[in-house]
């Protein structure tokens, strides 16, 4: 018995000295959290796009709190009402959010072009890809597997013909598809725009449209006729400028006037902007 406790003493008394000096140290060496970090965390939506800039809901709720010059209208998802909610909360002047919308640069479905391979394989974009350029004889265009789809926590987006289709009415512009699509056919832009280039294609104009028969031909067209020279042909595709598309006379008429009917005129109101 006494050989026991010669063991189990030591033992226990420099499990006491352990714990001591780990509670002191957790006294001493603790980060105190601001009492505002709870508060603005709650007011964020959660969906730690990253649209914010900041690494999640999270960082930038850390950001807020950290730096005074964080502006407080950064969650696009959140809108006007969060943006709201984090300038009553932090005591700073209302910014307004400029909300956007997910946009597809593709309408190739298969009524407008055609599949050069029958694909079998891993049912996802990037994995297709892999394999020349995917499926599509367009390898501009969308693989048309769903990454994006799968990818969106709000379930606005749906492969309609072998192309994806965003539901405006359901998108808050998190941007997690812009990140998600291989081929990088998804961008982000401000819900009040409505001319949109539906091609991606770079190749010059005669093998466009061998691959493609409402892809973009750099015809230049558009280009000529847009009074703002807000539409450039670049690489053979037409790239609207939207700080200079501030509407004209004839609102659409570079729409009106693309040869092959790649600029749509698009009601592009998202869910923040529908009553």
Not at 151 to 161: K, L
Not at 175 to 182: D, R, V
Not at 209 to 222: F, P
Not at 231 to 236: G, L, P, R, S
Request: proline share 3%; glycine share 10%; net charge neutral.
């Amino acid at each position: 018995m006494e050989q026991i406790l010669t063991a189990v003493i030591p033992v226990v008394i420099i499990g006491i000295i352990c714990a001591a000096v780990l509670v002191i140290a957790s006294k001493l060496m603790a980060v105190k959290e601001d009492e505002r970090f709870p508060k603005i965390r709650g007011c964020l939506p959660g969906a730690n796009c990253g649209a914010c800039g900041f690494a999640g809901c999270d960082g930038y709720a850390k950001a807020l709190c950290d730096d005074p010059d964080t502006a407080t209208n950064l969650c696009v998802p959140g809108a006007d009402s969060v943006s709201r909610q984090l300038s009553e909360l932090l005591g700073r002047e209302f910014a307004d959010v400029v909300e956007q919308v997910a946009v597809v640069h593709c309408s190739g479905d298969c009524t407008r072009t055609q599949d050069k391979v029958d694909y079998k394989g891993i049912e996802s974009c990037k994995a297709a890809k892999l394999l020349y350029g995917g499926k599509g004889s367009c390898t501009y265009g969308c693989l048309g597997l769903g990454d994006c789809a799968a990818a969106c926590p709000q379930s606005a987006i749906c492969i309609v013909d072998g192309v994806a289709r965003v539901n405006q009415r359901s998108c808050i512009g998190c941007g997690i598809c812009t990140k998600t699509c291989p081929n990088h056919l998804i961008s982000l832009v401000a819900d009040v725009e409505k001319v949109v280039v539906t091609c991606s294609n770079k190749d010059k104009g005669a093998v466009t449209r061998k691959v493609c028969s409402n892809g973009c031909i750099g015809c230049k067209k558009c280009e000529r006729v847009c009074p703002n020279g807000a539409i450039t042909v670049t690489d053979n595709l037409a790239v609207i400028d939207y700080e200079k598309c501030t509407g004209c006379p004839d609102f659409g008429i570079c729409a009106k006037n693309c040869t092959t009917g790649c600029i749509m005129i698009s009601d592009l109101s998202g869910m923040h902007r529908v009553k």
